[in-house]
């Protein structure tokens, strides 16, 4: 499921606008002046008090890493203590637009969970006695507190919080109910040799035919599906799919005298599960297919998590003879400077690269130009995806990448239809 609400981001500026210095005996805020911010103290010492009776009464000094003033972040009104610094320090202010923003932008359950702590606490500051002792308006904490939500618009946040949550629940109840009725499955997609277009291998997508809506858009389930832990079944599922399909491609492509592969997608929870491996590694077993029929796709955000123990996943599914297939490469942050520490035999050249490849004055031929060359550096063979153009094949080719996938040669196809197209493909290109 796709988020309902982008959080926009802050800007350089914006930041710069965060960060606060205060010099010994500065303050930060009054006693009685509007709630504007929180603040988290980088450096120095604050100190937090109150008068009393005319007289000062200190509550409170504060360090590195605490937060205060942090009643702004639920509501308007007026500060019930001084700040002052007691050392010189600096300061980030931390507004409720940025509160808002961050909370949008968790699990949708989590950020309902959120939501209410943050609205409840907020109501309970208005009606507790502490509260009503302190501001003397007992009369009025309801009128405030209908003056706080029509000003600060929390509550519509927590509103579209609690409709996106059970959008979400809906979902995941649907996905885990279509697995139970076979309704999801893998399509097929070719991937062929450039220039000479021989067919190699295919990658298994999911799909969902749902009996009601049709075709159910993967990046409509997907996301719900890892951000719910569904998608540890439905990777499962789909690998046993594969296996079940890999011996009728490869006695269809016989004649060919060539092994025709079939890739996994994996999804990066995974990696933090120690029984992954084995489950990978006991279905293509008991399958009793060749593993060198089955690659195992993965991207690269998946092995930053915890690189080591997804290096040592990788080699245990090299050493039963599986082959792992970097999809997105690229898209990532981390490419070069990981490159050569996991165990890794196919780079796939993302599609946003390869959409403006026949121009070759574009970034894109550059990027792709770059990819392949370092591929080749380390031995490993390349796939670009999304190919839709005779042109793509050959800047593709001319840059001297191994195979692609696209709807130029098929979209991805029903398992029933997987056959014919090995036998078709056979004969044309052999």
């Known amino acids: 499921m796709k988020s309902q609400t982008k959080a926009i981001p802050l800007t350089s500026l914006q930041l710069q ?23 988290i103290i ?30 702004a972040l639920i509501g308007s009104g007026k500060r019930s203590a001084t700040a002052i610094a007691t050392e010189d320090c600096e300061v980030f202010r931390i507004f409720p637009c940025i509160l808002r923003d961050s909370i949008l932008r968790l699990d949708p359950l989590v950020g309902l969970l959120m939501s209410l702590l943050v609205n409840r606490y907020r109501k309970w500051r208005y009606v507790s006695p502490e509260f009503a002792a302190e501001a003397g308006v007992v009369e009025h904490a309801k009128e405030d507190l209908a003056q706080v939500d029509k000003a600060d618009g929390f509550l519509n946040d927590l509103n579209m919080q609690k409709k996106i949550a059970l959008q979400e629940l809906r979902m995941a109840q649907e996905i885990v109910e279509a697995v139970e009725k076979n309704e999801l499955g893998p399509y097929l997609q070719p991937i062929m040799t450039l220039p000479d277009r021989k067919l190699v291998g295919f990658e298994a997508l999911i ?3 749902h009996p009601v809506k049709g075709m159910v858009p993967p990046a409509d389930f997907v996301p719900v599906a890892e951000r719910t832990n569904i998608v540890s079944r439905i990777d499962m599922m789909m690998l046993k799919r594969v296996c079940e399909i890999v011996p009728s491609i490869q006695k269809t492509a016989g004649s060919a005298g060539r092994k025709i592969y079939v890739s996994v997608n994996l999804s990066g929870t995974h990696f933090d599960s120690d029984d992954f491996a084995d489950e990978v590694i006991d279905i293509v077993r008991q399958s009793k297919v060749d593993p060198a029929h089955i690659v195992l796709e993965i991207t690269e955000s998946a092995l930053m998590g915890n690189p080591q123990t997804a290096e040592a996943m990788l080699r245990r599914f090299k ?10 490469f690229g898209t990532g942050y981390s490419s070069l400077s990981y490159l050569h520490k996991f165990s890794i035999d196919i780079l796939k050249v993302d599609q946003s690269f390869v959409s403006d490849i026949h121009n070759k004055n574009s970034k894109s031929f550059d990027v792709v130009r770059a990819i392949v060359s370092l591929a080749k550096t380390f031995n490993l063979s390349t796939v670009a995806e999304g190919i839709e153009y005779e042109e793509d094949i050959v800047a593709l080719t001319a840059l001297g990448c191994d195979s692609g996938q696209g709807y130029f040669f098929s979209k991805p196809m029903p398992v029933d239809n997987v056959l014919d197209f090995v036998k078709e493909s056979i004969e044309k290109y052999g």
């Not at 606008?17 to 603040?39: I, P, V």
């Not at 050493?319 to 997105?328: F, K, M, N, R």
Request: hydrophobic share 30%; net charge negative.
């Open 17 to 39: 606008e965060l960060r606060c210095s205060y010099q010994k005996g500065m303050t930060l805020f009054h006693e009685g002046d509007d709630r504007n911010c929180a603040y």
């Open 42 to 71: 980088e450096k120095g010492e604050v100190e937090i008090s109150v008068v009393k009776d005319g007289n000062k009464v200190p509550l409170v000094r504060l360090g590195e890493g605490e937060v205060f003033g942090e009643a």
């Open 207 to 209: 799909r969902w035919r």
């Open 319 to 328: 050493a039963h003879g599986l082959t792992i297939s970097l999809d997105d």
